[in-house]
């Protein structure tokens, strides 16, 4: 069974730095991409940026590039989303999806909060 | 950069036909992909490939594409289809391999 795990819920101070995690099991981890998926309180879906484990290239939406880094480490089948000075508009739920191709986000993970709050 | 564009809301009464549709200038180029997000709950694909139903998705599910447009019809609406309903594709030059629509908030009356 495909499964993506994510980590725990966060709270954090503004100015923070955080990683976020998302296991991948039940499938080889560098065959898919995976991605990043930003949902702010009572909004819509967001793309944030994809990364191929493989080689760890990334690609990120403009909307992110430059505020949020996304790595990942093949061995341990998991993918990483990183932040080096939050802020309270970072406020959200972040889910990572495994893409099967363009737009074809066949499995997602559970979701973590994060929460900025002075 | 790339847009999807979705009405923001869409109303039916319980046992009628919802349309939601969903416009991108790719979108003759590129698949169309329909999640279901209900309130506090992770999405679920409920159309893959402009018109395929992944299995364990209800039959009354289908959707259809003509040029610039796709359409996702809920035939018979029940009130658990109440939910966000996002169009999600990607631009046709590469650069954004994920495009997320703005969303269409389905109200069954």
């Known amino acids: 069974e495909v499964q993506l795990v994510q980590s725990g819920a966060e709270v954090k101070k503004p100015g923070e730095s955080l990683k976020i995690s998302c296991k991948g099991s039940g499938y080889s981890f560098t065959i898919y991409w995976i991605g990043w998926v930003r949902q702010m309180p009572g909004k819509g879906l967001e793309w944030m940026g994809i990364?191929?484990?493989?080689?760890?290239?990334?690609k990120y939406s403009p909307s992110f590039q430059g505020q949020v880094s996304i790595s990942a480490d093949k061995s341990i089948s998991t993918a990483y989303l990183h932040w080096s000075s939050l802020k309270a508009s970072d406020t959200a739920i972040y889910y990572c999806?495994?893409?099967?191709?363009?737009?074809?986000?066949?499995?997602w993970g559970q979701g973590t909060l994060v929460t900025v709050s002075s | 950069s790339y847009e999807l564009t979705q009405p923001p809301s869409v109303s039916v009464s319980l046992g009628q036909m919802a349309r939601i549709t969903c416009s991108g200038e790719?979108?003759?180029?590129?698949?169309a992909y329909w999640y279901q997000q209900k309130s506090g709950q992770v999405p679920v694909m409920v159309i893959y490939k402009d018109i395929k139903r992944p299995s364990g998705i209800p039959e009354r599910f289908s959707a259809s594409s003509s040029g610039t447009k796709v359409t996702l019809t809920i035939s018979g609406v029940q009130a658990e289809d109440e939910a966000d309903y996002y169009c999600?594709?990607?631009?046709?030059?590469?650069?954004?391999?994920?495009?997320f629509g703005g969303g269409t908030k389905l109200t069954v009356l």
């Open positions: 999600v594709s990607a631009d046709s030059s590469g650069s954004y391999p994920v495009v």
């Open positions: 990364i191929y484990p493989t080689d760890s290239k990334t």
């Open positions: 999806v495994r893409g099967d191709g363009d737009g074809y986000l066949a499995y």
């Open positions: 790719a979108l003759p180029k590129k698949y």
